[in-house]
């Protein structure tokens, strides 16, 4: 290992959930591309190696040294790519799958510094799959998508026997947290502190959907997930909806997950947190790296409620939450010191996000792919809910914890959401509250 840097606040969190939970998947970050056609897989390789020695937090590793974690970062070396030939199985395809959720499911070794690992199956001529699996300590959302565009560019170059030409970077990932731990050690966000402090005074300790079974005394991130689509016609809803509150579809679709969350049992008061990318300097924009950020988000929906005052209050508070994102929620935790629960996630047990545009995708040349995300079969929290926009609808994913509800369940409140989404978005005077 080369250098001594210090972590930021999120690695340094996932560093000790790694420690507490060796065995679990919940903070892999598997992705899927199916491959139609045949890919130059000497170039996909070297794209690999080029990524990873491009981006140092991606050849990192972790380790105390004078009472306080540190990241190191080891000298660039080639990326193997493992190939698996299925081609000679009696069912190629189911194979494939059984192999990917395996690798899905099988943790990183954060420890020994394995934060990236390839795998690439062959189940056919022409058919292939692509399975990338990272450690959350190095990946957010954003960074999927700036992972995605270089391997793309990389390979584009390779495949063709030119050099790549990426722009060099200005900064490196250990920049950021050098910057970062300066940042919070004084007083730039003593704005933030403050707003959080009263803002989340007297926050219900937990405040969820009832659930079938009781709370577990320990998390065991078990977890499942259900698929859903909302149609363009509903899609369209939110839109004039949205326009005619001054506000965006997330705030819409925020606050339909929080009138669900009321209608089903709910408490006059869903807390309810969200990811933000949090690169707040350009330098940053380029990087692979765990820079993505929790926000806390408290609405009122006391009975009698309207949608869409429900969505002034989304509007508003999700405004509020992005002017003060900058706090890390690690030591937002650490401000508030709540009462802690080994069975509940601290501050909020429900989390919601919106993407208001699909990224692009891995790209390569003469090949169709296609990508999906793996299924650790894991839970961080009781619900959470993602939405993507593809087109005139949009995509959805309810998340659940397996401990806490049935998956009968779970798919009743998937449904109820594009209902009550629809229902609610066409007519916004309606009344919230629980179902009698």
């Not at 840097?5 to 065995?23: G, M």
């Not at 399975?131 to 999927?144: A, E, F, P, R």
């Not at 509903?234 to 005619?244: F, S, Y």
Request: net charge negative; with cysteine; hydrophobic share 45%.
């Amino acid at each position: 290992m080369t250098g001594d840097h210090p972590v930021s606040c999120a690695q340094k969190r996932l560093w000790i959930l790694d420690r507490l939970y060796p065995d679990t998947p919940a903070y892999s970050v598997p992705v899927v591309y199916r491959i139609g056609g045949e890919p130059d897989v000497r170039a996909l390789e070297g794209a690999l190696t080029g990524l990873v020695g491009r981006h140092e937090v991606l050849r990192t590793g972790y380790r105390m040294a004078r009472g306080a974690l540190r990241q190191a970062v080891r000298p660039a070396e080639p990326v193997p790519l493992p190939r698996v030939d299925l081609t000679g199985h009696t069912d190629p395809a189911a194979e494939a799958e059984r192999l990917a959720f395996a690798e899905a499911r099988r943790p990183l070794d954060l420890g020994g510094g394995e934060v990236l690992r390839p795998l690439l199956l062959t189940t056919a001529p022409g058919r292939h799959v692509l399975c990338l699996t990272l450690h959350h300590i190095v990946c957010d959302g954003w960074s999927l998508a700036v992972l995605e565009q270089e391997l793309s560019s990389l390979y584009e170059a390779l495949a063709a026997g030119r050099a790549p030409e990426l722009p060099a970077l200005t900064e490196q990932y250990a920049d950021f947290a050098r910057w970062q731990t300066e940042r919070v050690a004084g007083t730039g966000l003593d704005r933030a502190r403050g707003y959080w402090t009263e803002h989340l005074a007297g926050v219900p300790a937990v405040a969820s959907v009832p659930a079938d079974r009781p709370r577990p005394a320990v998390w065991s991130f078990a977890g499942a997930h259900v698929p859903f689509e909302l149609g363009a016609e509903a899609v369209q809803q939110v839109d004039l909806l949205a326009r005619a509150c001054g506000t965006t579809p997330y705030a819409v679709m925020l606050a339909a997950f929080a009138a669900l969350v009321r209608e089903e049992g709910g408490g006059p008061e869903v807390v309810i947190g969200a990811p933000v990318a949090l690169r707040e300097r350009e330098s940053h924009f380029a990087l692979v790296g765990m820079f993505g950020n929790t926000v806390v988000q408290r609405l009122g929906v006391p009975d009698g409620t309207s949608f869409r005052e429900l969505v002034l209050r989304a509007r508003d508070e999700s405004r509020a939450a992005l002017a003060h994102q900058a706090l890390p929620f690690e030591l937002l935790v650490e401000e508030l010191n709540p009462a802690r629960d080994p069975g509940a996630n601290p501050l909020f047990q429900l989390m919601f996000s919106y993407q208001p545009a699909a990224a692009p995708g891995l790209r390569l040349e003469g090949c169709r792919v296609a990508r999906e995300f793996g299924d650790t079969r894991t839970a961080k929290v009781d619900l959470s809910l993602s939405l993507t926009r593809d087109g005139a609808g949009c995509t959805g994913r309810l998340e659940y914890s397996a401990d806490l509800f049935e998956d009968t369940t779970a798919r009743r409140l998937a449904a109820r959401y594009t209902t009550l989404l629809a229902a609610a978005a066409a007519e916004p005077l309606r009344p919230i509250g629980p179902k009698t």
